[in-house]
Structures are given as C-alpha cells and as structure tokens.
C-alpha cells in the first residue's frame, strides 16, 4: 500500500515516480533514521551517504537500476551516469527525503485521542 503522495526523481536523464510505502520507509530505516537526518539536514549539517541511500531507494522503488554507491559517487562528483552535477544530487537527494514524511491535508483536523471515563 501506498501511504505518501507519488513524487518524481530523476536519475540518468529519466524520470522515476517514488513509490514509497511503509515497507520502503522501514527498509531506509534500517540504515538511516529519517527523522534526525532531517533535523541534521535543517542545520546544515549534511550527511552525504545517509542521502544516498535514502535517494538511491527512492529511485529503486520507481524502478530505477541503481545502486546506492552509484549515488553517493554521483554525490561525491565521481563522474556516473546520473547526468545531474554533484550539487543537483545532493539537492535533489534531500528534496527526497521529504517524501519520507507525511502531511496532513490543509482541511484536516489533528485526530483526539480517545479518553477513557
């Protein structure tokens, strides 16, 4: 199941459209924890292989053949085939990673806890 908006990422001219699902979320989770790289990413303190991984599962869920070192390469300068320069990948890895994050619509109230009485 599907339980974020779709977004699209490119990777080697092409564009893919994310799939992320809660599976996908604990997969990357596994590695990385989202929600301290986030905060880490809002102060400028950038953590380049964690954006790899998170960007290369994206692109992987949108069917996109490759690999996390492929990505960090591309992010490091390394000349790959991404086709995007070393500040696009980075860029575009932690642009990603808001898709990792769900928002509540604009019209939606927060839910209340059920109490008990």
Known sequence: MIIFPNTDISWGGKEYTTKVTMRLINKIEQTVSLAPLAMKLQSGDVVLSHLAVIYGNLLRSGGCDV???????????????????????????????????????????????????
């Not at 690999?67 to 086709?83: F, R």
């Not at 320069?85 to 604009?106: G, H, K, M």
Request: with cysteine; proline share 6%.
């Open 67 to 117: 690999s996390d070192d492929e990505v960090y390469a591309s992010m490091m300068g390394v000349d790959v085939d991404s086709k995007l320069d070393q500040s696009e990948v980075i860029t575009a890895a932690a642009t990603a990673l808001t898709c990792c994050f769900p928002e509540r619509p604009e019209d939606e109230e927060p839910k209340k806890k059920a109490g008990r009485k």
